[in-house]
């Protein structure tokens, strides 16, 4: 494919690079190919039950917010390659800094669907250990995320690790002060990170060319960062992007930045209604490179058994869906004195007042209403 | 009079305001063709373009930065934060500069910027949504804070607060954002009265000082204390910075005990400030020590356990309790 570059265009799709089209072809894409050389037909179907096992994620947890068991929950819809795609890129060691929108990266982390949806049921501020998990807890705070990435890069590089970070952010986000800074240190202490912007096109109601003129790959060029401008609705594309970004920041040599372009499909939140701010037809020209459809054509046409791999994406769905119900239907409410739990790391006195009162105000309306039987 | 809610008062007097000054623009993430994520500029950037009604790139330090700029051109912007957790990002140009460019240039330079921003809990959402952060903003010299607690004090002081030339914070409880109420649109308010407080409900045994979200909550708790003859005033605040010590010294001489109650926590909020300089002013006429109910002083918690983080009419009352001497005071002497 050539790569072409029209400025007058910035929400262009044309100019990423792209290995799979929409149809399920794949072209020669020399920036990519011999980074993904490794990859066979079993990778690929792999890949294809991930995506699938995402996007039921996400159908789940809209469905559960439905019902009242979530408060609330960030659809992913859309964006399966740009996250399974990056997620499956990593290794053990490398350290994720999120947005609010990573389940299918954190689904690659194997965090277990209780600690996923504690924070979207509004039982707990947040799901899981970072440290069990080598990833941070879920950011709403646009952007502040990055500069976390940087630091934790800058130690990696202090401590001669050979681990890296990546941190994920939206296109919205890339006008956030932070996500300017962060660049700055990572390229200031050529820090192990990868910035990885999924451009979903949105940012709630905001198209990005509200966020930026230009390419946002562009931008991080100007800050000194080798960047990868991809299809970011094509999971071989975005494995081997972000397998190329790693390898570069392991090299000592400086962050890296990648744009996957893609689509947010859903809502914003289950709390958001776009039919108020966006076309109908847009969805529908996104409908059309759907992450899904081409794999699936993709590996018909290397004969595959088609079949086969979607009855085995229906057995793997179904299980996910089974354990999110069991998760959700296990999980107890929070305890009140969570509420004065791990303010701080060691015992606060005034604090502990508040703690002891509250519990004995509490014990003293059980005794009244138990008096007033 | 017309029947609105409060976010249609807010709505309104947004209208107003741009119809009578065409200097005042609105800007914010969303607030376009979303009308903003509570609708509170529904259909404003419809009827008046989008060089007045700004959907502006998400960096709320650069929103408010920007609207600083227009200011010092002569526009008189009205920035929306999406939520209360979303402000601190823009604290510096709030603290460093919208508050300090009048005393910095002398007078010369004034900056009519008014920041919006929905505030406080109850709606069970996710962290960083339901933040209470009136204390930082009051207590930064150059800056003034008010909180509407009803429609029609949303309407007129949201236009009061756009025509000061001081910048004004202007912190809309979320969570009243649906009740309804009688707004006259054409009251012509008395100069100055922005900044005074207002009392609620008259009473002779306790003062209750709430403001925003709680002085709805304040009132029932004193309907509740009254049926147990307990006859308390309520005081709506609603301005946080300057505080209306006539208003609140006058019924505290009256009463001799006084509850104050906010959604933020205790440590240097704005009870604290209440407390300090009523018994200042007061001492002598005290029957009790200033009471204080409010949030715990902790990060907002996750929604399952934010009703047990807010002051509801139970605690207020088991703190009108408390300052009456009255049963054993359940949270103890010092709540
Ligand atoms: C500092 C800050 N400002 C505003 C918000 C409210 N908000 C939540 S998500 C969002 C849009 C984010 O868009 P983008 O960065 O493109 O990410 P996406 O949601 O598309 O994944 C906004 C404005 C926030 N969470 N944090
Ligand atoms: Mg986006």
Known sequence: MSITF????????????????????????????????????????????????????????????RQGELGLWAPLLGQEAAQIGSGRALEHDDFIFPSYREHGVAYCRGIDPHDLLRMWRGAAPSGWNPYEVNMANQQIVIGAQTLHAAGYAMGLKFDGSN??????????????GDVSEAMVFAASYQAPVVFFCQ?????????????????????????????WRVDGNDVIAVLAATRAALAHVRTGTGPAFIEAVTYRMGAHTTADDPTRYRDALELEEWAAKDPLDRVAAHLDSLGADLE?????????????????????????????????????????????????????????FAENAEASK | MKTLTFSQALNTSLRDSMEHDAKVVLMGEDIGKLGGVFRITDG???????????????????????????????????????FDGFVYPAFDQIVSQLAKMHFRSRGNVKLPVTIRIPFGGGIGSPE???????????????????????????????????ADDDPVIFLEPKRRYHVRGEVDTDLVPEPGSLYRAKVAREGADLTLIAYGPLVKTALDAADAAAEEGIDIEVIDLRSIEPVDFA????????????VIT??????????????????????????????????FDIPYPPAKLENHHLPDLDRILDGVDRAMRRNAPLLGEDG
């Open chain 1, 308 to 364: 086969a791999l979607k009855e085995r994406a229906q057995q793997a769905t179904d299980d996910m869906a089974a354990g999110l119900r069991e998760a959700i239907t296990t999980m107890p409410d929070p305890e009140v004195d969570d509420l004065f739990a791990h303010v701080y790391s060691h015992p606060h006195p005034w604090l502990e007042e508040q703690r002891e009162n509250y519990a004995n105000y509490l014990a003293g």
């Open chain 1, 163 to 176: 681990a890296a970070a990546i941190t994920y952010f939206g296109d919205g986000a890339t006008s956030q």
């Open chain 2, 44 to 82: 404003l950037q419809k009827d008046f373009g989008e060089h007045r009604v700004i959907d502006t790139p998400l960096a709320e330090s650069g929103i408010v930065g920007a609207a600083i700029g227009l200011a010092f051109r002569g526009y008189r912007p009205v920035v929306e934060i999406q």
């Open chain 2, 128 to 162: 960083h949504h339901s933040e209470s952060p009136e204390a930082y903003f009051a207590h930064t010299a150059g800056l003034r804070v008010v909180s509407p607690s009803n429609p029609q004090d949303a309407y007129t002081m949201l236009a009061q607060a756009i």
């Open chain 2, 247 to 258: 208003t609140l010294s006058a019924s505290v001489r009256k009463t001799g005990r006084v």
């Open chain 1, 6 to 65: 029209d400025s007058s265009t910035p929400e262009g799709t044309e100019d990423y690079l792209q290995v799979l089209a929409p149809d399920g072809t794949r072209h020669p894409c020399p920036e990519l190919d011999h980074w993904v050389e490794d990859l066979g037909i079993q990778d690929l179907e792999n890949l294809y039950i991930d995506m699938a096992c995402i996007r039921r994620l996400d159908t789940e947890g809209t469905a559960l917010q």
């Open chain 1, 199 to 227: 451009n979903n096109h949105w940012a709630i109601s905001e198209p990005v060319t509200r966020q930026t003129a230009g390419y946002i790959a562009d931008r991080a060029k100007g800050f000194g960062l080798a960047t």
């Open chain 2, 262 to 295: 906010h959604e933020a926590g205790k440590f240097a909020g704005v009870g604290a400030e209440l407390a300090a300089s009523l018994t200042e002013r007061c001492f002598d006429h005290l029957d009790h020590a200033p009471v204080r109910v409010t949030g």
